[in-house]
């Protein structure tokens, strides 16, 4: 069945230090991948998406690629800021339409 | 537009007692669904439904679960009897119909569910 592998944590890490968040799957075909994001105190959020192989998606400097070859889809952040600071969760679309999600991994950025 | 309600934000109950929970989703969002994450574990996908109707129910974990969704608008989960190992946090997430298949969903700020 469809899951998603995401590297335990957390992860602690100094301002401006460069973040890398593994994410591999397992599914049927080519779903859709996401980075979620849950701030303290906050919901989850959508970070960003693919949709298709060797689709990047970014935003708020983060950026992650959709590798078929390696089923995985890393995130990166080249500067991380304390307000970074947050759990963040891989996920894929089911063919049902439901989301599969990784453990979370949680991020400390310290000043 | 306002997002998707969740409350409460926390709840303590119990061991046997009842607790409901409720989402509202965005107004017009046709797709509802629950996940659950239990602590430290992944968020697992509890059930989704199509305005009124149960699409998918197959992430729930037994019969002490029952949701609803009058009228297709806003949805409450019922725990009955709560059990300890139900404690976690509980999200809502609605998405419009045509955006089903490649996007993500909007998610509520969840509720925080502890059964002593």
């Known amino acids: 069945g469809n899951s998603v592998t995401q590297m335990e944590g957390p992860v602690t890490l100094s301002e401006e230090a460069f973040l890398t968040i593994n994410c591999t799957y397992t599914?049927?075909?080519?779903?859709?991948l996401f980075w979620y994001v849950q701030y303290p105190g906050e919901g989850l959020q959508l970070l960003l998406k693919a949709t298709k192989a060797d689709d990047k998606g970014s935003n708020k400097g983060f950026e992650a690629t959709y590798r078929k070859e390696t089923t995985s889809f890393h995130l990166e952040k080249g500067s991380v800021q304390v307000s970074d600071s947050a759990v963040y969760f891989c996920?894929?679309?089911?063919?049902?339409?439901?989301?599969?999600f990784g453990k979370g991994t949680k991020l400390s950025v310290k000043p | 537009e306002a997002g998707v309600t969740q409350f409460p934000s926390h709840s303590v109950i119990e061991k046997g007692q009842t607790v409901t929970l409720r989402c509202d989703p965005i107004s017009g969002h046709d797709n509802l669904y629950w996940y659950r994450r239990v602590m430290g574990k992944e968020i697992k996908f509890l059930l989704h439904f199509v305005k009124e109707s149960k699409q998918d129910e197959s992430g729930m974990p037994n019969n002490r679960f029952l949701a609803e969704r009058t009228g297709g608008t806003y949805s409450t989960l019922k725990v009955q009897p709560a059990e300890l190992e139900d404690s976690g946090v509980y999200f809502c997430a609605s998405s419009q119909h045509d955006r089903v298949l490649n996007y993500g969903y909007t998610f509520g700020s969840g509720t925080r569910l502890t059964v002593v």
């Open positions: 599914a049927t075909g080519y779903p859709s």
């Open positions: 996920a894929l679309k089911g063919s049902q339409g439901n989301l599969i």
